[in-house]
């Protein structure tokens, strides 16, 4: 029988995580020598600019072609492009550069994150202490704001996610509270007082961006300017929802051990380049200060400490559909990935915990 | 009244680089910055208690190792988030090669 449990960051379960002392504790870490952390953790300006050249260029380039084919059938693949580069790109881009780790040099992380975040629909301050809290508190039930996929799995919501439907309404709902100088509950448990200022002006500028596109698109007739801006967030997010559901979903909950609640899984280089080599999502957790160029050779490092990677997102759907099926039919279960013999093993009591 | 401690031989510490340092209850981060000066601040980080020697220094930030906070390592400042505390820092001196902290 699935236990019931309370997802919301203000319930009983989130009292539950902190008295088992589940909340920001200590979580198990691969070995990796000093000299070669550091060598990872290096940041580098020429490779962040050069991978942000080609994805603004080619935001610019899709745009272009759909601007000039519009409204022709012809536009679609272009659309379909400036889509994933807008609304699942912008994803790790805001990812990458919120942790810091992109660029060496601190303000071009910045100019990333805001646009990044402003593609994604992401108030950039209240969700950079939402993914700090995820990072403490990775897949802890009523302590993580961003599991996405709970139990039992809410497949209606799986599916519109696809199309980015509940983070719009969730977005410009939490939008409404910022612009009206609040901002939402929840938000007020992880974003300390002395941020709540940014927030709301954040949101009150992103209004007036929304507002002055919807204004163009009546003025000129056209859903151009949508198009361009705002919509994308929508029919681009399937590849970051594709991609994303795959980081914790159907692993454990309540552990302490990356391992057991976060999956790599290796994938072609279209989705690497878009994802910015967040399939390597074991090897980040652990060691977030390693920026996304050099997971492979971390991962090159410690994977004989980790579970084997799925080959393909293919074969990792293969494994968690059936997992989530079963949730969805009331059974509690989920996937306790295998240790190859050279791994230190699971720490018994996180075993018992689960 | 302040004292004092060795703390650890110069050459413990690779340039741009930190080490731990624990005396009594207490747990400190010694830096070396990359011309060669020697800083000490709180070994854990104000955010969420984590252990600053396991993060990266660059030039004179430390980096925490969890969220990636920063401080200015030489003046113990805050400057980035989720690091909104600042870390106390606490003097150093260098005699016969080996590094001393007044704490
Ligand atoms: S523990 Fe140091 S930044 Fe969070």
Known sequence: ????????????DGERAVEMGLAAADWYLSEVPRSELKSLMRRSDRIAIRDTLLWLGGLILFAGIGIALWPSIWSAPFWLAYGVLYGSAGDSRWHEAGHGTAFSTQWMN??????????????????????????????????????????????IRICLNLLAIPNA?????????????????EEATYVPEQEWNKV???????????ALTIAATLWWSTLLPLMVIGLPSIYGAWHHILTGVLQHAALAEDVLDHRLNTRTFYTNP????????????????????????????????????????DKSMWHAYRQVLPVLIRQLRGEDVFLVRELPDSAQPYRAELHNMI | MAEWVEACAAEDIEAEDLIRFDHGDFTYAIYRSPNDRFYCTDGLCTHEQVHLADGLVMDNIIECPKHNGRFDYRTGKARGAPACVDLNVYPTKVENGRVFIQI
């Not at chain 1, 309404?169 to 509950?185: A, D, E």
């Not at chain 1, 390693?290 to 990677?309: G, M, Q, S």
Request: charged content about 20%; overall charge positive.
């Open chain 1, 169 to 185: 309404v969730q977005s410009f709902t939490r939008m409404g509270y910022h612009v009206t100088g609040r901002l939402h509950p």
């Open chain 1, 110 to 155: 910045e100019v990333v994150y805001q646009l990044g975040s402003f593609m994604m629909m992401r108030n950039p301050t209240a969700w950079r202490w939402s993914h700090i809290r995820h990072h403490t508190d990775t897949i802890i039930v009523g302590r993580d704001p961003e599991i996405a996929v709970m139990r039992p799995p809410d497949a």
């Open chain 1, 200 to 210: 709301i002006l954040e949101s009150r500028i992103w209004c007036v961006i929304y």
């Open chain 1, 270 to 309: 279209i989705t690497r380049f878009v994802y910015w080599n967040m399939n390597y999502h074991v090897e980040h957790h652990m060691f977030p200060m390693v920026p996304y160029h050099a997971l492979p050779r971390l991962h090159a490092l410690i994977r004989d400490d980790l579970p084997e990677p």
């Open chain 1, 1 to 12: 029988m699935l236990r019931q449990r309370d997802y919301s960051l203000l319930g009983k």
